[in-house]
């Protein structure tokens, strides 16, 4: 589970750094292209991970481990 998640945000982040480097490269109309889906691919890597996210949390597969609603006694 946890290396499905990792590998996500590394996908994400590649994304991200070669939406940068289409944007500051010279390439006139075809690098603001290449820019464009650049960032539609991480879009779509960052909405996949969270349905991930959400079908593993419905599944079973991870638990909230979030702070207790009302102090123990």
Request: net charge positive; hydrophobic share 60%.
């Amino acid at each position: 589970m946890n290396v499905v998640i990792v590998l996500a945000f590394i996908g994400i982040l590649g994304a991200l750094a070669a939406a940068g480097f289409f944007m500051l490269r010279k390439g006139g109309s075809k690098g603001k292209g290449d820019m464009a889906r650049a960032l539609a691919l991480r879009v779509a890597l960052s909405v996949a991970l969270f349905l991930f996210i959400l079908l593993s949390w419905q599944m079973g597969w991870i638990h909230p481990t979030g702070l207790p609603l009302k102090p123990a006694t």
